[in-house]
Structures are given as C-alpha cells and as structure tokens.
C-alpha cells in the first residue's frame, strides 16, 4: 500500500520534532521512528482507529501514539496520513469536530494484536 503524508501533516509533524528536538533530541528521534513505525504497520495491516470528522469536513480514521495522534484515512491501494496532531493541541484547536461511535471490543482486538506484533518484532 501506498503512503502518501498530507503536507499538513508533514508541517505537524516537523513542528512537533523541532520543538522537542530543541529540548532533548533523542526524544525527537524516538518520537518520529515511533509515528513513522505506527504509520507504517497501520497502512500494513487492518487496522481502523476511531472515526473522527475534521473541521475541514474530512471524515478520517486516528490512532494514538501518545500524546499525539495520527489522522489517517484508506482508500484503495492509498493510506493517506492527514494530520498528527499532539492531542492537548487537537483539542484546544478544536480541529475534531466530532467522533464517531467505535465497538469498544472490537477495537481492543484490534489494540491487542497490534500490541503482540510488536512485542514480536522486537
């Protein structure tokens, strides 16, 4: 599958890393193989976080990687990174508008896979 990152998104991302980098550098390092490491095994693998609409309208999926959060969406042979937003920022920005409802166990299946697979990639 193809991962195409919005440039919104590369701008959150690169925001985020020189503010940390500018703090402790190795925690920037750690943060961007981690959300570039979740981006990869979500356009990988079936995985589907909540649903969330954007105040652009945008309907996307997110999945956290705390404190932030990555806004997705799939579409075919596409996984399209929208934004990364750290989520203090998301909410006082208000960019969610609302999230959708989400089956509370599917969705812990879905976390506890994610967990094994990386515990076996390690």
């Known amino acids: 599958m193809d991962i195409i990152w ?5 701008s959150d991302l690169d925001a985020a890393l020189v503010y940390l980098a ?12 981690a959300i570039l490491n979740l981006v990869e095994r979500l356009a990988a693998e079936p995985l ?7 105040r652009t309208g945008e309907t996307v999926n ?5 404190p ?3 806004y997705y969406q799939r579409k075919e042979a596409v996984f399209r990174v ?7 920022a998301n909410r006082s920005r208000g960019e969610v508008v609302r999230r959708g409802p989400r089956d509370a ?9 994610f967990a094994l697979r990386s515990k076996k990639s390690t």
């Open 68 to 70: 932030f959060r990555v």
């Open 48 to 54: 589907e976080g909540s649903v969330c609409v954007l």
């Open 6 to 10: 919005a440039p919104q998104a590369v």
């Open 105 to 113: 166990t599917n969705f812990s299946r879905e976390i506890m896979r």
């Open 82 to 88: 929208v934004r990364v937003y750290h989520q203090s």
């Open 22 to 33: 500018e703090r402790n550098p190795e925690a920037a390092s750690a943060l961007a193989n």
């Open 62 to 66: 997110s999945w956290p990687l705390r």
